[in-house]
């Protein structure tokens, strides 16, 4: 089939049975693959599916496979939801103990096998819900991933981190978030769906990036730099640790900055940003691209 910006790729359903539960998800590969494919794993939001999740988003990461160096692989979560890093939320997923760490592994390790795959190439995309799994891989099972990426998703204060024993890898981070979040706030404090149904406090998206700067031994501070009318940067970098950089979309909203609008209650979406070639050129998930997520 072709995405809509007539870029030619093949898209395939697939499921496993994890933990006697069947899963499901979807790989999208370009005509050809070329070596060892890095690894895409797209996380959805609350309330949504990997299709769902690919259609609002316009397709546009389908477009990292391309020229055949990467696949994208969009996960469904358990009843529309994952079982995420907070303690605070109350999810099917949650309330039936779903093991999603477990439905990840089994994922990567379906892609190594069926597609040849590189292990050591597999990034995580979470928005907001999905956000929040991929932050609980970062931190319970760090071995599946070399770097990760978060929109309209902030780390978990202390007393709202599942994850009893923290573990720790160095990973590029990349973090999307917009300061009229409705959900999510940027400057931190309780999420929630528009008040109602919290699910527990978030740090801030410029102390969340702080946080894993942090972890990746970066000490230097970084100041914003604005790169468009409603977009800032912020890098943190230090000689041979990975980065992490926080884009701040000034009056974004719990949305996926790119080619087509959310619903207007999400907030306004930015269309002078384009979150999926951010994400491929931060991890170099194209032939043709320098990752920005290496050590540098």
Known sequence: MSSSS????????????????????EVVKGAATSGKPA?????????????????????????????????????D???????????????????????????????????????????????????????QLVLRLAIEAPELLAGMALVGASQPVDGNLVVEHPRSKRL??????????????????????????????????????????????ITTPSAATRISDDVDVAEYRADGTPPVVLYTIRGGGHTVPGRKSFPRIMGRTSHSFDTATVVAEFFGLSARSEPGGNEQ
Do not use: C
Not at 77 to 94: E, L, M, S
Not at 203 to 210: C, E, K, Q, V
């Open 6 to 25: 007539a870029v030619e790729t093949s898209l395939e359903k697939r499921s496993l049975d994890v933990g006697g539960r069947t899963r499901t998800f």
């Open 39 to 75: 690894v895409l794993l797209v996380f959805h939001g609350s309330n949504q599916s990997g299709r769902r999740f690919r259609a609002s988003t316009n397709e546009s990461f389908d477009e990292l496979t391309s020229d055949g160096a990467a696949l994208v692989a969009y996960l």
């Open 77 to 131: 979560g358990y009843k529309a939801h994952w079982n995420d890093a907070r303690v605070t939320i109350d999810f099917a997923a949650r309330k039936e103990g779903v093991d999603d760490v477990a439905f990840t592994r089994a994922v990567i390790d379906d892609l190594v096998a069926a597609d040849g795959a590189d292990r050591e190439r597999v990034y995580a995309f979470g928005y907001s819900n999905g956000g």
């Open 172 to 217: 590029p981070a990349v973090l999307i978030h917009g300061t009229k979040d409705p959900l999510v706030p940027y400057a931190g404090g309780v999420a929630s769906l528009w008040g109602f149904r919290p699910r527990g406090e978030v740090m801030s998206a410029p102390a969340s990036a702080r946080y894993l700067a942090d972890r990746n031994g």
